[in-house]
C-alpha cells in the first residue's frame, strides 16, 4: 500500500542517518589528538561484547559502535523539526445540507417523526457516509511528517558544511559524497507530501460534492412527498415543515 510505501521510505532514511552518526562518531575517536588516523582511542571507547579486543591494535579498530565522543564541535540545526499532531474536524454534515437546502433539515427530521425514523436524507446519504475531513487530516499528517524529513535533510546539508573544511582525504570525499545523495532523498520528501496532501483534500472537497449533489436530489424527493400530501390531511409534525418548502 502507499503507507507502507512511505514508511518504508521514511524507516530507510531514518536508518541511513543512523548509520552516518555513528560512522561519524567513531572518526572523531579515531582522529582523537592526532592528525593521522589512530584506532587507539577507538579502540578504548567502543563495546566490544563478544568480539576478542586483542586482536585490535592502532592499525586495527574495533567494528562496532562506540562510546559518545566528549568534546563534539558545537552544532545548531538550520531548520526546527515540528511534529504537531493535526486536529480532527467533524464532518458538519448539517452545514452541508444547510448550503444544499435550508429547508430540508427540518423537513427530514419531521417525515422521520411520523414514519417510524425512516430518513430520506440518511438513505440518500448512506452510500458516501463518513467522515471526509479525515482525508483533510491524514494529508495534513503526511504533509508534517514530509517537511520534517526534508527539514532533517537540510539539517544535514548544514552539518556537512560545517564539517568539510576540516576535514580532508579520500573518507572525508566519501562522507560529503554519501551525505549529498542523503540530503537529496530527504529534501524530495517535502514536496511529495504536499503533492498528497493536495491530493487529499482534492478527494475529501469531491465527497462533499457528491453528497451535495445526493442531499440536493433528496431534497427534490422530499418536495414531491410534501407537496402529494396536499391530498391527504397532513400530520401536525409535516406541517410545520411544510411551511419552509
Not at 572518526?27 to 579486543?53: G, I, R, S
Amino acid at each position: 500500500s502507499f503507507k507502507t510505501m512511505t514508511q518504508s521510505r521514511f524507516d530507510d532514511l531514518s536508518a541511513r542517518n543512523n548509520y552516518i552518526g555513528i560512522e561519524l562518531n567513531r572518526a572523531a575517536w579515531m582522529y582523537h589528538d592526532t592528525d593521522k588516523k589512530n584506532y587507539d582511542a577507538l579502540n578504548e571507547n567502543v563495546a566490544f561484547c563478544y568480539l576478542d579486543p586483542s586482536v585490535f591494535d592502532s592499525e586495527h579498530g574495533a567494528p562496532a559502535a562506540a562510546d559518545d565522543y566528549p568534546s563534539p564541535a558545537p552544532y545548531k540545526a538550520a531548520e526546527d523539526i515540528k511534529l504537531d499532531p493535526p486536529a480532527t474536524a467533524s464532518e458538519d454534515i448539517r452545514k452541508v445540507i444547510a448550503d444544499s437546502a435550508g429547508w430540508l433539515g427540518d423537513v427530514d427530521d419531521a417525515i422521520a417523526a411520523v414514519s417510524g425514523g425512516w430518513s430520506p436524507l440518511d438513505e440518500a446519504i448512506k452510500p458516501i457516509a463518513g467522515n471526509w475531513n479525515e482525508l483533510k487530516r491524514l494529508g495534513e499528517a503526511y504533509k508534517t511528517a514530509g517537511e520534517a524529513v526534508e527539514n532533517s535533510g537540510k539539517n544535514l546539508q548544514a552539518g556537512t558544511k560545517q564539517l568539510d573544511p576540516h576535514w580532508n582525504g579520500k573518507a572525508a570525499n566519501a562522507f560529503v559524497e554519501y551525505s549529498a545523495r542523503e540530503v537529496d532523498a530527504m529534501v524530495w520528501e517535502g514536496p511529495v507530501c504536499r503533492v498528497i496532501k493536495a491530493g487529499l483534500e482534492a478527494v475529501a472537497e469531491e465527497i462533499k460534492k457528491v453528497l451535495a449533489r445526493s442531499i440536493e436530489s433528496g431534497g427534490t424527493t422530499l418536495r414531491d412527498f410534501v407537496r402529494a400530501s396536499d391530498l391527504a390531511p397532513m400530520p401536525e409534525e409535516l406541517a410545520a415543515a411544510y411551511d419552509g418548502v
